[in-house]
């Protein structure tokens, strides 16, 4: 079948933090049985006429030490993807790293990261689409301000050196895949979030929320930050230098900006700064049309889901609901390339964030952890076949330049990649924004 041009996608959880003080690693493939299952899970795809992929190898398993791994899942997995021509959003880092590494206070992690980014593209130079290190901000905020995983600290301070260590990490892996696949597109599924006030008395705590939501994005894209912002990651451990490293990069223009967004991700802001789950207020469209103005780059919405409810039909409205605020936000001129129903099954102790090992399945997959279809797998099935063709035809001049597996040696992708290696070399670096 032809790729499709607006990329619906879907995803394997593949999430595996650390808790217990790194004794205990959550391994949602196991969970979920993909090891097992993913040869039927592939086919699955299929059956919803899904072409785009979020996937990633599990780090902990695959990167034994420096410059060591074991590609032998990989090779299977995605060969059988390219079989397949089926485009996979490659994540890397999805909330863990390998017990050698520790945690995300290794200040020596961003370096070994990259070489082994590189290490993944010069295996498959196939492989086109990348989310070098999913959700960053919350990677960094469960990690080191929340202390829910992996070095499970509480601090501004930690909260500082995780961040600046994973977005540096994605930067230096997005430098280092581009050396082997100049064309590379980097999709950054990162947490779209707001904070409300409760209060007059929170505002003030609020402004600080809201703009210490950007940090990893401002730093990932090169945007001078806020400067209340600046003070914060200079009082809490960042260098003028490391600063200064994010400000002179210059790989924005390989990017989309994916954002993912949930019933969970708008708060409730107390006067001591405590937060809440609010639930809905704003929506998708709202938030999303805040990180637009900011970066000014294509959308792709790379996370939605809803638990599936006593009366089975949570999750078809929640489906509805995100698809009608992405076309709301196409309609109002934002270049949007993709959406995203994440995941493919049922995961496995998300209403606890993974803190605990319950082995309590939530029920937010397109199928169930048995491989049976759940009505948002129908639904989204017929929403594909019906949009898949129209959004296209709105505008044939906003397509991403994807170029599927089995055109890689294709004489047309050949010199898409040379364009792309000859522009790396010549294009100057872009200013930074001014706030």
């Given at each position: 079948m032809t790729t499709p041009i607006f990329m619906f996608a879907t995803g394997i959880e593949n999430s595996y933090p650390t808790i217990h003080g790194g004794r205990t690693r959550v391994d949602e493939m196991e969970k979920c049985g993909h090891y097992e299952h993913w040869h039927t899970d592939f086919d699955?795809?299929?059956?919803?006429?899904?072409?785009?992929?979020?996937?990633?190898?599990?780090?902990?398993?695959?990167?034994?030490?420096?410059?060591?791994?074991?590609?032998?899942?990989?090779?299977?997995?995605?060969?059988?993807?390219?079989?397949?021509?089926?485009?996979?959003?490659?994540?890397?880092?999805?909330?863990?790293?390998?017990?050698?590494?520790?945690?995300?206070?290794?200040?020596?992690?961003?370096?070994?990261?990259?070489?082994?980014?590189?290490?993944?593209?010069?295996?498959?130079?196939?492989?086109?689409?990348y989310t070098p290190v999913n959700e960053m901000f919350i990677c960094a905020t469960f990690s080191a301000a929340y202390g829910w995983w992996n070095e499970q600290l509480s601090s501004d301070r930690a909260f500082v050196t995780a961040l600046k260590h994973i977005v540096k990490a994605n930067v230096l892996a997005m430098a280092a895949i581009l050396v082997v696949r100049p064309d590379a597109i980097f999709i950054q599924s990162e947490s779209s979030e707001h904070f409300h006030p409760e209060s007059p008395v929170a505002i003030r705590p609020a402004e600080f929320l809201n703009a210490r939501r950007f940090l990893s994005l401002d730093l990932n894209y090169g945007r001078r930050v806020d400067s209340d912002m600046l003070f914060y990651l200079l009082d809490n451990g960042m260098s003028r230098d490391e600063y200064c490293f994010f400000m002179d990069r210059n790989l924005k223009r390989h990017c989309i900006m994916g954002n993912d967004y949930y019933v969970t991700n708008e708060h409730v802001v107390a006067a001591d700064g405590s937060t809440a789950a609010s639930g809905e207020v704003f929506g998708y469209d709202e938030i999303t049309q805040q990180y637009y103005d900011r970066y000014k780059l294509p959308v792709m919405h790379t996370e939605t889901n809803l638990i599936e409810g006593a009366l089975g039909d949570e999750a078809v409205k929640w489906l509805w609901k995100e698809w009608a605020n992405v076309l709301r936000v196409r309609n109002l001129g934002v270049p949007i390339v993709g959406f995203t129903w994440y995941?493919?099954?049922?995961?496995?102790?998300?209403?606890?964030?993974?803190?605990?090992?319950?082995?309590?399945?939530?029920?937010?997959?397109?199928?169930?952890?048995?491989?049976?279809?759940?009505?948002?797998?129908?639904?989204?099935?017929?929403?594909?076949?019906?949009?898949?063709?129209?959004?296209?035809?709105?505008?044939?001049?906003?397509?991403?330049?994807?170029?599927?597996?089995?055109?890689?040696?294709?004489?047309?992708?050949?010199?898409?990649?040379?364009?792309?290696?000859?522009?790396?070399?010549?294009?100057?670096?872009?200013?930074?924004?001014?706030?």
């Open positions: 699955l795809l299929n059956d919803l006429n899904i072409h785009y992929l979020r996937y990633g190898p599990p780090i902990h398993r695959t990167w034994l030490g420096e410059g060591r791994y074991d590609w032998a899942f990989a090779d299977q997995t995605f060969g059988e993807l390219y079989a397949r021509n089926v485009v996979p959003i490659v994540d890397l880092c999805h909330f863990g790293v390998p017990d050698w590494i520790d945690n995300f206070q290794n200040p020596d992690f961003p370096e070994l990261f990259a070489g082994y980014a590189r290490a993944f593209a010069e295996r498959f130079p196939w492989v086109q689409l995941s493919l099954t049922d995961q496995v102790d998300w209403d606890v964030g993974l803190r605990e090992e319950r082995g309590t399945v939530n029920p937010l997959g397109l199928y169930d952890l048995n491989r049976n279809i759940r009505a948002v797998g129908r639904t989204y099935k017929q929403m594909i076949k019906d949009w898949c063709e129209v959004l296209p035809a709105q505008s044939i001049c906003l397509r991403v330049p994807v170029v599927p597996p089995h055109a890689y040696h294709e004489p047309m992708a050949e010199r898409q990649r040379e364009g792309a290696r000859r522009i790396g070399k010549t294009t100057p670096a872009e200013p930074s924004v001014a706030t």
